[in-house]
């Protein structure tokens, strides 16, 4: 069993949760993630391992939200436990000084978005980074980027903060202001991510997506979270979860992620009859 030692809110149906788990703690590294499932009915869910804290054998993670075994998970605090948890999994984030790196976070993609610029500014880069969400109230980690990064752009879709417009208009406006940009990360919805890889496409902008496929058991058995890269089928899981925009078949992508919906309302409608709608009237 792996404890919950701290839950903090950082929006609406989002929380950051400290597990214990002093050997992933360890050894993670920026980009790596964990697969957690709370019972042994449960899902097993993939999330970024957004830090770590070797000292106190934690990991700390941000979830959202989204599903039956997330808003079981946001019902959950401190005193609670986990009862699996495996990691860290994936490939870590190559890391290297590339002089301008530019770490683009859209929602909650901005949670795994702050180890890679943290690591990034670390190796020496010079790191501009741009945050999106849909208006201010859903902003996460503002000041966690701000720290880390030489420059900030925060933008919101509907002009309630920031830019009003999305993370790859300012991204475009870089490019077009004439900054020498050495790589790119994108993370988030997967249209945003498609969106920024063909921004920098057409200048040749090496730009790294983190992928979020369909996973079921994180070690690249099952198959379930393939991919194609580049015309070649790839697993997130293992060879992964970061790759090269350019070569991502987007539509496939989102193919794939489609293919439960119908099972994910079921289970959302199977625990409101049960539970009640308390579920669903979180404020």
């Known amino acids: 069993m792996f404890e919950i030692t701290e839950k903090v809110e950082l929006a609406h149906t989002v929380y950051q949760?400290?597990?214990?788990?002093?050997?992933?703690?360890?050894?993670?590294?920026?980009?790596?993630?964990?697969?957690?499932?709370?019972?042994?009915?449960?899902?097993?869910?993939?999330l970024t391992i957004v830090d770590s804290d070797d000292r106190d054998g934690t990991v700390t993670i941000i979830v959202q939200e989204v599903g039956k075994s997330t808003?079981?998970?946001?019902?959950?605090?401190?005193?609670d436990s986990i009862l699996d948890v495996v990691g860290p999994l994936g490939r870590p984030t190559h890391i290297e000084n590339f002089g301008t790196a530019v770490c683009v976070g859209g929602g909650i993609g901005v949670a795994p978005v702050l180890p890679i610029a943290r690591a990034l500014k670390a190796a020496g880069n010079r790191v501009v980074s741009i945050m999106g969400a849909r208006n201010k109230g859903l902003l996460i980690l503002e000041k966690e980027m701000r720290?880390?990064?030489?420059?900030?752009?925060?933008?919101?879709?509907?002009?309630s903060y920031g830019h009003h417009g999305f993370v790859t208009q300012v991204l475009q406006n870089l490019i077009d202001e004439g900054m020498k940009i050495g790589l790119v990360i994108g993370i988030g919805p997967v249209p945003m991510m498609r969106a920024v890889s063909n921004v920098t496409k057409p200048h040749g902008i090496y730009t790294m997506v983190s992928l979020n496929p369909i996973m079921v058991d994180g070690t690249g058995m099952c198959g379930a979270c393939r991919v194609s890269i580049g015309g070649k089928t790839q697993f997130v899981c293992v060879d992964g979860p970061e790759f090269n925009g350019a070569e991502v078949d987007f539509d496939e992508l989102i193919m794939r992620n489609r293919?439960?919906?119908?099972?994910?309302?079921?289970?959302?409608?199977?625990?409101?009859?049960?539970?009640?709608?308390?579920?669903?009237?979180?404020?």
């Open 71 to 79: 808003d079981m998970l946001g019902d959950m605090g401190p005193g």
């Open 147 to 159: 720290d880390t990064s030489d420059v900030l752009h925060v933008t919101t879709d509907d002009g």
């Open 17 to 46: 949760f400290k597990i214990k788990a002093p050997l992933i703690a360890k050894k993670r590294k920026a980009g790596q993630f964990i697969v957690l499932r709370l019972n042994e009915h449960g899902e097993r869910i993939p």
């Open 259 to 283: 293919s439960y919906l119908k099972e994910e309302k079921m289970a959302m409608e199977e625990m409101m009859y049960h539970e009640g709608p308390r579920c669903y009237d979180k404020k």
